[in-house]
Each structure stands twice: as structure tokens, then as C-alpha cells.
């Protein structure tokens, strides 16, 4: 009997270990421990025993009893903390926008082309200034040789500013006319240079990377803001010679040794003489890149600077420009449509 008895707790820790869900734990309590289950009809033959037996088996059957049922809640614990884990990993919501992405993001292609020019222009021995981008029509215009009159305003399609709403604003009542068009966004990163000379000492070897503002209708090639980079270096016995070899130098340092540039006359108020630079594919095609010439003495001198003692040159062209001719882009316009499909090329 006692045989009997130990082969129905096996039988019954067996069943107890290989079942895997509680659904089944369920039936398997039921077979091991129910009324019809070995260990309970062993109990049903106790009767038949003489009564020192009946004492040994019955406590053995209970004991067996015992260990099937701490096995049972043992499995039961097991099998829900399984159940839950399980459900969490089946009910997880990933609610991030990047996680599990096959690629981070990275700075736009405008970023990039203006930290790789400031990288280049700081090899070169520049440094950097940046001014504001709401301007008064005196560091925009007239301190770069363009008066009232002149007629290279025109060629800005300035957005201005309601000058005049301004000063009410601000409580005075003496606002006329002529303010309403003295600020402005400014149309180019010329007024920095301006500031630069009020404010440093030469000698000044700076650039002025930033944000632009003119009033035209985009196109494949035209944005109403856009973004220039401009140079600007003053210094005594300074020549175009000192300007055409920092082009060079710069064209070779961005674009690679088999590029080269060159000066072709032209007219800008602000510089004296002028020119426009273009720089040499190694196919021998040549692409317009921006203007250049040497300060001209009546932007010296509104910059506080003698043009007796000090001489210098400028030099300027589009950020967004040098973008698109890096990374052969044919519409302008692409490169601020946030269609992730064109971001992630670049």
C-alpha cells in the first residue's frame, strides 16, 4: 500500500511539473487531488486495513497530498508571473517617434554647408561675428555707400518694417514718415561688416555667416530667406592680390585641389574696385559663386576707419547656394519641403 502511494505522488508531481498554462494546471488539480484522483482512492481501501496500517498509510497519503498540492501553487505562481510578463510584452505600445528607426537624425544640409565654410575660413585665420537680423536702414543701406537715392536699392526688394507702429507703441507720438521705412530685415550680412569695424580694432579678419530677407517669389533658384556667408578683412598695405589668393585658397580648401577660381570685373556700391568670383569644375565649366572687391573708402569711414591708415576686402555669396551646387540639387525649393525622403539623402 505504501508503494501504492508513493507511485501516485510521483505520478501526480509529474503531471503537476509538464503542464505550461494555467489552463491546464487547472484540469491537473482537479485529476491529482479530486475525489477521483489515486491519492483519494487510496483512501477508500484504509477500511480494509488493520488499524496500526490504516494509521501509517492515512498519514502517508496526507502527507503525499500535501507535497502535490504545495506543487500545485508553486506551479500556479510560476505559471502566472509567466502569464503576465507575456501579456506585457504582447500588449507593449511603443509610443516614441524615433526608437527602433534605423537612422538618427542629422543636421540639415543648409547646416551643414555653413559649418563646413566656417570650419574652412577658421583654417584660413578668420574669425566669427554675427549681428542682428532686424537692421536700421543705415548699417543695411547708407554705411555701405547706398543712400536714399541710390539706385541699388532697388535691386534688395526690401522687406520693411512699420516703423512708425513701432515708436506708438512704445508711447511716442512724434513718428513721421521717414521712420517708417528705417527698419528692415536685413537684405544681406553686409551691415555685420559695419558693426565689425565700429566695435574691433584692426587689423579684422572676420566672416559673417546668418539669415537673409528679400521680397521675391520662390523659385528653383530664389527663397524670400536665405543665407549668405560674407568676409571681411581690414588691415594696412591690404591689396586685390591679398583678395584673389583667399579666394583661391578658400576654393581649394572647400571644393578640393582641382578646383580653381577667378575675378571678373563688375560694380557693387560698397566696394572699390569689384568683382564677381567664379570657381573652375575640374571639367573645366565655370559657375558664378559671389561678389568681391576691395572696402570702399566711404564704408571705411562710416566703420570708423581711416582709408588713409587702413585698406581691406570683402567678399560674399549664399549659403544655400553652395548647398545646392555641392549636392547637385536642381530646385531650391526641395531643401524646405521637410519631405523626410529628400533629408535623409543628405
Known amino acids: 500500500m505504501i508503494e501504492e502511494v508513493r507511485g501516485a505522488l510521483d505520478e501526480a508531481l509529474k503531471k503537476v511539473a509538464g503542464v505550461v498554462t494555467l489552463d491546464e494546471l487547472r484540469v491537473v488539480d482537479s485529476e491529482v487531488l479530486g475525489k477521483r484522483g489515486a491519492l483519494a482512492q487510496a483512501k477508500t481501501k484504509l477500511g480494509a486495513l488493520a488499524i496500526d496500517d490504516r494509521k501509517t498509510i492515512g498519514q502517508a497519503i496526507n502527507e503525499a497530498m500535501g507535497v502535490v498540492s504545495e506543487a500545485v ?21 511603443d509610443l516614441t517617434e524615433v526608437l527602433g528607426r534605423p537612422t538618427r537624425g542629422h543636421p540639415h544640409l543648409v547646416t551643414q554647408a555653413w559649418d563646413r565654410l566656417e570650419d574652412v575660413f577658421m583654417g584660413l585665420g578668420f574669425q566669427i561675428a554675427e549681428g542682428p537680423e532686424v537692421e536700421t536702414d543705415f548699417y543695411n543701406f547708407e554705411a555701405l555707400n547706398m543712400p ?21 507703441n512704445a508711447g511716442d507720438e512724434s513718428a513721421d514718415a521717414d521712420h517708417e521705412s528705417s527698419v528692415l530685415l536685413r537684405t544681406h550680412t553686409s551691415p555685420v561688416q559695419i558693426r565689425v569695424m565700429q566695435s574691433v580694432e584692426p587689423p579684422i579678419y572676420m566672416i559673417m555667416p ?37 579666394i583661391s585658397a578658400f576654393t581649394k580648401a572647400f571644393f578640393g585641389g582641382d578646383f580653381t577660381s577667378r575675378l571678373r570685373p563688375n560694380y557693387f556700391p560698397f566696394t572699390e574696385p569689384s568683382a564677381e568670383f567664379d570657381i573652375q569644375r575640374p571639367d573645366g565649366t565655370w559657375i558664378e559663386l559671389g561678389g568681391c572687391g576691395m572696402v570702399h573708402p566711404n564704408v571705411l569711414r562710416a566703420g570708423g576707419l581711416d582709408p588713409e591708415e587702413w585698406s581691406g576686402f570683402a567678399f560674399g555669396f549664399g549659403i544655400d547656394r553652395m548647398a545646392r551646387e555641392r549636392h547637385g540639387i536642381d530646385d531650391i525649393r526641395d531643401m524646405y519641403s521637410n519631405d523626410i525622403r529628400f533629408i535623409e539623402q543628405f
Open 148 to 168: 536714399r537715392s541710390h539706385p541699388a536699392r532697388s535691386g534688395f526688394d526690401t522687406l520693411f518694417t512699420d516703423y512708425r507702429q513701432v515708436i506708438a
Open 210 to 246: 546668418g539669415r537673409v530677407f528679400r521680397r521675391d517669389t520662390p523659385d528653383a533658384t530664389h527663397m524670400p530667406v536665405f543665407h549668405q556667408i560674407e568676409g571681411l578683412v581690414i588691415d594696412r598695405n591690404i591689396t586685390m592680390a591679398h583678395l584673389a589668393g583667399t
Open 73 to 93: 501553487e508553486v506551479r500556479r505562481s510560476a505559471l502566472a508571473h509567466d502569464e503576465v510578463n507575456a501579456r506585457i510584452v504582447g500588449e507593449r505600445i
